[in-house]
């Protein structure tokens, strides 16, 4: 076989063997003065013809020397570096031959005693031994300068905690992993490679004391994308669109493991789903879709946030948002709902929100508050799931604190009160505050619905900011919901928090709470309750009226489902009932979240 023939089968081979690139490297020149410059030329010099011809070659065939050596003195002699030197990869590093064969042979390359990373040099032995080789140059430059110290590990790990934290409100683990010279803008950078779990998912993060340079997933999964979203950052008073990168199953619309849109394209003021091949949902506020893709993106946004403090997603299957829902009354648009089971979602959980008649409210799908005080019930409803009384309030109260607390913002729905309106508590301003002054049992708050009663909870909670770092009083709010039961009332929910507290903070900040629940009203509930002593708790003192007897806990229980009996009914608040009897299938419907514009027609 003549070189011709050899050149015009390995460059058909070239064009086969993937998006790797012949790895070139020029070589050493006589006389180099300066052996720290590396130069990687264009790939369109040859070097396996030589190889053909070469000493190496000749030495392997006549059995002097295995390939693998062969190959690796090639290399290092032919590649001028001191420097620079190719290693063969050891089997055990998981690179063998699938087949178990001596056809390839796989290089490392190393400076001084660092990895290039990423820097791959294959030599493929072809059936008539001939060898060619590839590699994936990776825009390799002339490296003038390389640096010789590696940068801090502390402050590498720092920029990679900073770059996630900014990215993800999710809890992670981060380890050291190794170091190597990355190629970045015509240098070899010394860098850090952190293992990262997060989202229960592996990555790997490549950083210096500087900045983060790449970061790459280490799992593949069936059909899975990356989808792009542009949305308010908040709502609709922000200036500024801003994108995000959210996971998606891949089937061209907003769907993941977390959610799924629906749209209601057979309602009145229903539209069709967003769908778009590559995954790049980025609309302007003037495009229908605009809204799906908001609540989808702020859904996932509030899921991260809570993860970051502390949430597990242990749920069976997505939630439905369920928008453009049709509810009657003032057209039905100027409502969400948390609903635990929907039939209509064969007993999916749904997060059902209108789109606002631009009367009584509006922009509800392009706020982020409005899906995050949802799916701050779905967190809830873990352990608290009753829709009456003491409960309710308390579901509505820290369901808005987590709203409040993800966007460092008192207000409720800063762009959903239209001018005018007096559905909002705040008129033209906000749904619901938790800058207020309300205390328990006076006058101006023994008159509230239960919605606005819950302003109480949200605010009691607002006023420890002024002690507690917020993120922490997040996550201490957010645990406290483990220590509630069914119907939990105001005195569990302190206990709780002061609970939490004993296991996030070594009870550091018990009498912090006391005197915040203290503060707005809660005195005669905790007489016997010291926040010094705490092992001298008192068992309970609910109230009787919250107190239910067992067998009645336990069908509260099994019948969550349905989210608490149809018995109780006959407590709920007027409003709710006005609402079931129009709607009779709206008895599953738990939460009248944005009931006020209801509320205000009793
Ligand atoms: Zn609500």
Redesign the pocket.
Known sequence: MNIKKILSILSMLYSLVTSASYLHLVEREENQESLKKIILPPKESNTYDEWQSGVYSKLHKEGKITLKKAVASYLNKRYYHEKIKFTPKKEEDGFFNLFNSQQTMTFDTHLGRSKICDLEIKAIKRQDGSIYIIGNDQNFHTYEYIPSKWPSLELSRKRVIENIKEKFHSDFRIKVKDKCYLSESKELKPVWIFSIHLNGLPYEYYADDNRLYKKERKFFHLDGVTGKTQVYEENSTDSNLVEYDIQLDGDGTLKNSFFETFTNPTSKYGHERAYSKDHSFIYTPSDTEFNEVSVFTHANNMLSYFKSIGYVWAETNNIILNIYAPSRGSNGRNN?L?VPSNESFNGKTSINIGDGDGHDLQNLLTDTDVVS??FG?HVQYRTLKTASGESLIL??GI?DFFAFAKTDDACLGESICPEGSDSCFLISECLRTADNNLRLNDSDYSSMTP?HKSQLLSGMLWDLKADLDLNYLAKLTQKSIDFLIVDSGFYHFILALMTADEYLGQGMNSCKIYDAAINRGFGTMLENLDCKEVSQWPEDQETTENLRDEDEKEALKKNEATCGSISKINKLPFTFILFSLLFPFLLILC????GVAYSRRT
């Open positions: 969400a948390y005080h949802e019930h579901h509505e369901a919605h939460y009248q979240s944005f």
